[in-house]
């Protein structure tokens, strides 16, 4: 018997590159296989066209995610990546552009209302500027941030530091105050680690032991007879606190809970007044 199911099987990654690559036409820039997903690298300026043809004419109805990526050594150092689903192919693409510091992106507001968010948070992290965006604001960062945490030029040390002032009622920059004494720095690149050699690491690159030391017989222990002899006797055999020990120890006192001839309390005068009080009464 056969099962029918509603939801379509995952869509094979042979021929979509060509089929797509040729609906974008002067538009795309490169199409590449990579990982069994397929990337789609277009035309900055082309942008909004080729995600309303693809989300259009292709059915990829949903925009999923909105990542930036960033690589300083580049004419255009920013990438910023599109993720897009077909809920009736079951099938996944990636859609990038390339962007500097300067050069704004169309927006894809226009296309679907969730990319306000997406595209904040890249704005906040990396600092690309999507041009048509209305709301355009950090989402991340505190309030007055400075700079973008996700680009790689930015410094993971400083000298300000930042915290909410409960008498300013605001965030405020202050100099860096470190408590620590002892703290040393070099201020140099974080990027490029450090030239010295660290405390503990001075064993990393320690030899090991030619011949380690083995105990395969009893002699290399110590272990045997005559060991086990000199072990029954006592550690402190001789030491003046064990001679005469037991003959000068002082003998414990008698117990004193039971005393036979004190005659018993008469009445019932447990936890009164008159077991308490004197016989004349009060004063």
């Known amino acids: 018997m056969a099962v029918l199911h509603s939801a379509?099987?995952?869509?094979?990654?042979?021929?979509?590159?060509?089929?797509?690559?040729?609906?974008?036409?002067?538009?795309?820039?490169?199409?590449?296989?990579?990982?069994?997903?397929?990337?789609?690298?277009?035309?900055?300026?082309?942008?909004?066209?080729?995600?309303?043809?693809?989300?259009?004419e292709h059915s990829y109805q949903q925009l999923m995610e909105i990542a930036g990526a960033d690589y300083p050594s580049r004419p255009e150092r920013f990438e910023v990546v599109y993720m897009l689903l077909s809920l009736t192919k079951n099938s996944r693409i990636m859609v990038k552009v390339t962007a500097s510091e300067t050069t704004p992106v169309p927006t894809a507001t226009t296309l679907w209302p969730n990319?306000?968010?997406?595209?904040?948070?890249?704005?906040?992290?990396?600092?690309?500027?999507?041009?048509?965006?209305?709301?355009?604001?950090?989402?991340?960062?505190?309030?007055?941030?400075?700079?973008?945490?996700?680009?790689?030029?930015?410094?993971l040390t400083g000298y300000v530091e930042l915290r909410y002032s409960e008498e300013e009622k605001r965030v405020v920059y202050e100099p860096v105050e470190l408590a620590q004494d002892l703290r040393t720095f070099d201020f140099m690149s974080p990027w490029e680690g450090a030239d010295y050699v660290l405390p503990g690491d001075e064993k990393a690159h320690t030899p090991p032991v030619d011949e380690p030391k083995t105990t395969d017989k009893p002699s290399d222990t110590g272990a045997g007879a005559k060991t086990d002899k000199e072990a029954e006797?006592?550690?402190?055999?001789?030491?003046?606190?064990?001679?005469?020990?037991?003959e000068d120890r002082t003998p414990a006192p008698e117990p004193t809970e039971d005393r036979k001839d004190r005659p018993k309390r008469k009445g019932k005068t447990k936890d009164t007044a008159a077991s308490t009080e004197p016989k004349g009464g009060k004063k």
């Not at 797509?20 to 490169?30: F, N």
């Not at 690309?128 to 709301?135: C, H, K, Q, Y």
């Not at 006592?234 to 001679?243: L, Q, R």
């Open 115 to 155: 990319a306000g968010w997406l595209e904040r948070e890249v704005f906040d992290m990396y600092g690309v500027v999507f041009a048509g965006n209305m709301d355009l604001r950090r989402i991340l960062t505190d309030y007055g941030f400075e700079g973008h945490p996700f680009r790689k030029d930015f410094p």
């Open 233 to 246: 006797d006592k550690v402190s055999k001789g030491a003046p606190a064990e001679e005469g020990a037991e």
């Open 8 to 56: 379509p099987k995952f869509t094979l990654i042979d021929g979509l590159k060509d089929t797509l690559s040729g609906a974008l036409g002067d538009m795309l820039v490169e199409a590449k296989e990579e990982h069994g997903e397929l990337l789609l690298t277009v035309q900055r300026e082309s942008l909004e066209d080729a995600l309303r043809l693809l989300r259009d």
